[in-house]
């Protein structure tokens, strides 16, 4: 048996020339890769850990096929002896070492190996612009490795009085760019998942319109839960509704509620996947109302005790769709979204005599008038 003749190298003139998108091959891992736009960026595939992957060595345009040859033998050399290539100082086609890494030089050589990958390219591409655009410019040059949780805050709270979303999504960027550095040590924790870190929500703008319109939406929900309780058209999806005024939680979490997820003999409901803060499963208290309501649920999915609490018979017991619920309450005749629930909850405990805002002062409140209960103005 003859062995397989070894792989040609890439010469010089062909990696000037190759125009056609795709991956070419050299030797010892290393891959050209050239992109539909004509970019042409060098690649070395190696296994760490167990794992396999595509380190970004640099622009073909910069660096020739020999250079590329010469760091990815140091790189293979550091892998065999128990060392991360981006850990250590990186080494440049001259030999010299360069500074260690910092945050800016980490996240582009994750940004190459994710387009190397051709895997989720959309969200490389987002990550790689948020962080250009709003991180880089502040930390980008500190070194993976000295980065603190203290950093990390002020940045985010800069970001926070500019455009809060765009904080928040900087924060979850950093906790999974920095959770790869741990797992590749370059250090032993990461910084960003700190509860010092976290983005504040910011302050709710009130206006005279949006209070206009709780206040006419809170006048119409004790009409709306007496038909619900009274209606005896699809039971299932009025019971979801119901529920979702009583709770107040998310409309996605009600819809999607199953019932392993409830303990009924403590009284409490449990986010275990939908939501959790800090690590800890957030846990709902459940009044007398909510475990009447389960109850009438279990009974109409005929036993029930798994999966979906409230199940569509039309579609072989799977979720209601997240538009079902606005229909229905066309449907009655109520001009009111679900979200509505929470905002005029919101203008109820604003106005509140004494701020009381417990669930059961809620129920209370529903099965008023409405009409006739003023509130004094905000203090």
């Given at each position: ?12 003139r ?21 992109s ?6 060098w ?9 396999r992957r ?15 040859r ?58 790689y ?14 070194p ?9 805050r ?16 900087a ?21 960003a ?14 206006t005279?319109?949006?209070d ?7 006048e ?6 007496e ?42 409901w ?34 029930g ?10 579609s ?35 106005r509140?005599?004494?701020g ?24």
């Amino acid at each position: 048996m003859t062995d397989a003749p070894p792989q040609p190298k890439l010469t010089l003139r062909f990696v000037r020339n190759v125009v056609t998108p795709g991956k070419y091959y050299d030797q010892d891992g290393l891959i050209l890769v050239v992109s539909g736009r004509g970019a042409k960026r060098w690649v070395q595939r190696l296994t760490i850990d167990g794992r396999r992957r595509d380190l970004g060595l640099g622009s073909a345009f910069k660096i020739t096929p020999a250079s590329a040859r010469r760091m990815a033998a140091k790189n293979r050399l550091l892998v065999r002896s128990g060392k991360h290539p981006l850990a250590a100082p990186a080494a440049n086609p001259s030999g010299q070492s360069s500074q260690p890494q910092t945050l800016a030089r980490f996240v582009l050589n994750r940004y190459r190996r994710r387009t190397a990958e051709s895997r989720g390219l959309k969200a490389a591409r987002e990550e790689y612009g948020l962080m250009r655009n709003h991180i880089h410019p502040r930390i980008g040059r500190r070194p993976v490795v000295e980065l603190s949780p203290e950093e990390i805050r002020v940045v985010l709270e800069q970001l926070r009085q500019e455009n809060p979303n765009v904080a928040k999504a900087a924060r979850t960027r950093l906790i999974d760019i920095l959770d790869e550095a741990v797992r590749d040590g370059f250090r032993p924790d990461n910084p960003a998942d700190r509860p010092e870190t976290r983005v504040l929500a910011a302050p709710k703008r009130s206006t005279a319109e949006g209070d206009e319109r709780s206040k006419r939406v809170l006048e119409q929900l004790p009409g709306l839960l007496e038909t619900l309780e009274t209606s005896l058209r699809r039971p299932s999806l009025l019971r979801l509704i119901r529920f979702n005024l009583l709770t107040l939680r998310a409309p996605q979490e009600c819809r999607l509620a199953r019932w392993e997820q409830f303990d009924l003999i403590e009284r409490v409901w449990r986010f275990p996947k939908m939501q959790s803060e800090e690590g800890v499963i957030v846990e709902f208290g459940l009044s007398d109302a909510h475990i009447t309501l389960l109850n009438e649920a279990r009974h109409i999915a005929k036993g029930g005790g798994s999966g979906w609490v409230f199940c569509n018979p039309q579609s072989n017991y799977v979720p209601y769709k997240a538009n079902a619920a606005y229909k229905a309450m066309r449907d009655l005749g109520f001009a009111i979204q679900i979200l509505d629930f929470r905002r005029a909850h919101e203008y109820w405990a604003r106005r509140s005599p004494g701020g009381n805002v417990e669930m059961d002062d809620w129920l209370l409140q529903l099965r008023s008038s409405g009409q006739s209960h003023e509130f004094p103005p905000p203090k």
